[in-house]
């Protein structure tokens, strides 16, 4: 049977790079698919800047007002009608046409598997240093189980997503995969790294980093507040503060670090009943396992498999998005 996948898009003024994002959706085989753009106040309606882009496979709805990447996408897990849902970031392109169908049916398979995870690659800027995550593995093959999962690049079981709470909608952006991760991980539930690197992304130029950081920071040290049990809670945050403040090690950025540490330790006041911590064991495990994230994007990767697909026209297409991030395109 073919398996029903529902794509979840969020997007916000990024047109260019959503058309590239809904194509390569579409090139995808072996699914009975749906694609649910989530517009969230873009300065032009996505409806007018893709008007060829609706068809009776991708549904465009549209938010007047700015309510942030984690309220769509809660929302794209209830308007889904898929029994698997790919949330997918509007400037990640897919180009593998099975990975998919491929994740679909490691799903079917493993019923204790709750997400899939898919290996992606960056464009390094600059001076940029790469994290170790797990999708940098040396068999590129392997099934390998995360403690979390990027929620741009994943196929997520739809029932456990909503039985489990769905991400706190005033999150709003940056880290909400991790307060459903290990709310999976305390269920017995797996996340598993799946498949070769199937897809690339192109780093918007349109992102605020400024707001990315302050909401990255915040967010970080809720999930302590509320998610790390006794006796783990202290040693966490007390960890997460120090590598915030001195991270990696620029010593220009540690006023405004500082602050929004500041910020974010103020914030738990608020959310002070929000506390359920998870069971110690489903904690440390969530501390052990490696995190699902980028690999860095090789010389040698070509965009042949993009035109292939009829995703791009050529590979002008993509070196001109990588230029237009301040990124090192392929010569």
Request: hydrophobic fraction near 40%; charge should be positive; include cysteine.
């Amino acid at each position: 049977m073919t398996p029903r996948v529902s794509f979840v898009i969020t997007t916000r003024n990024r047109p260019a790079l959503l058309r590239l994002c809904i194509r390569s959706c579409l090139a995808q085989r072996g699914i009975d698919p749906e694609i649910l753009v989530y517009d969230d106040a873009s300065e032009v309606p996505v409806s007018e800047a893709l008007r060829d882009a609706a068809t009776e496979l991708v549904r465009i709805i549209r938010s007047d007002t700015n309510m942030g990447l984690v309220p769509l996408r809660n929302r794209g897990f209830r308007d889904a009608t898929g029994d698997y849902v790919a949330t997918i970031d509007d400037d990640l392109i897919l180009f593998n046409p099975d990975v998919v169908s491929s994740a679909a049916r490691t799903l079917a398979k493993d019923p204790s598997i709750a997400v899939v995870g898919i290996r992606y690659m960056e464009p390094n800027r600059p001076g940029e240093v790469v994290d170790d995550y797990a999708g940098s593995s040396e068999n590129l093959y392997e099934d390998v189980d995360c403690s979390t999962f990027r929620g741009g690049a994943n196929v997520m079981r739809r029932d456990l997503a909503i039985k489990h709470g769905l991400y706190p909608d005033w999150v709003y952006r940056q880290g909400e995969e991790r307060f459903l991760a290990v709310r999976f991980l305390d269920a017995g539930c797996r996340i598993v790294l799946h498949g070769p690197p199937s897809a690339v992304h192109l780093h918007s130029p349109m992102r605020d980093l400024g707001a990315m950081d302050w909401h990255g920071v915040r967010n970080l040290l809720l999930f302590d507040w509320i998610c790390a049990p006794h006796p783990y809670f202290l040693p966490c945050v007390t960890n997460h503060i120090i590598k915030l403040v001195l991270y990696r090690g620029c010593r220009r950025g540690i006023p405004a670090r500082c602050t929004a540490v500041l910020r974010g330790l103020a914030a738990i006041v608020p959310k002070w009943s929000l506390r359920r911590p998870v069971s110690r064991v489903a904690f440390r495990r969530f501390l052990r396992l490696p995190r699902h994230g980028p690999m860095p994007l090789s010389g040698a990767w070509s965009p042949e498999p993009l035109i292939r697909l009829g995703v791009i026209k050529e590979a002008a297409d993509v070196d001109a998005c990588l230029e237009a991030a301040g990124v090192f395109g392929n010569a």
